[in-house]
């Protein structure tokens, strides 16, 4: 069994003109709450080992905090900024089989739609949500549409729903 977190950049900046999209950094409220969600996964004892993140400012600054918490390095990986599901679900599949928990952060609307494709359950994925994916294979490269269960999904605002999207204990 393997446990992929598929996580949505947090809030980033558009009020700087001129910026590629690729460049744009982290708001306030991002700098907030990447934060916030790296300590719930920590206290939650979610066993994160890797941190993979598309290239984008906002998504490898929002990656360096989930990092930060878990005492990781974060692992660039082009192919993420805005990949569809199928291509986040191939980076998944290509990571190291002695990983037993990872997480790949990447952009909207290829997070949301990798989920429904991994584990056939369609959420709304705001920017800093985290959806925690069970994928019951031995091997990462066994990945295959609706081979995963959504577990929970974590939001900065709502704390925690789980796998029907119905709230449950909030998370510190």
């Known amino acids: 069994m393997k446990t992929l977190l598929l996580a949505r950049h947090a809030k980033s900046d558009w009020d700087m003109a001129g910026l590629r999209d690729h460049d744009r950094p982290l708001n306030a409220r991002g700098r907030r709450d990447a934060p916030l969600m790296a300590r719930r996964l920590s206290d939650a004892g979610v066993g994160l080992q890797r941190i993979v993140s598309s290239t984008a400012t906002r998504a490898h600054s929002t990656a360096a905090r989930y990092a930060a918490a878990f005492g990781l390095a974060v692992f660039d990986e082009?192919?993420?900024y805005a990949a569809s599901a199928r291509t986040i679900l191939a980076v998944a599949?290509?990571?190291p089989d002695?990983?037993?928990v990872a997480m790949l952060v990447g952009h909207n609307p290829g997070m949301a739609d990798?989920?429904?494709e991994l584990t056939?359950?369609?959420v709304e994925?705001?920017?800093c949500a985290v959806a925690e994916c069970v994928?019951?294979?031995g091997s990462w490269s066994e990945l295959i549409e609706g081979s995963g269960t959504l577990?929970?999904?974590r939001t900065p605002r709502a704390g925690v729903t789980d796998r029907r999207g119905s709230p449950t204990r909030p998370t510190p």
């Open 114 to 116: 990798a989920v429904a």
């Open 151 to 153: 577990r929970r999904l």
């Open 135 to 137: 994928v019951e294979v």
């Open 98 to 100: 002695d990983l037993e």
């Open 93 to 95: 599949s290509g990571l």
């Open 125 to 127: 994925f705001p920017t």
């Open 120 to 122: 056939g359950s369609f």
């Open 78 to 80: 082009p192919a993420l």
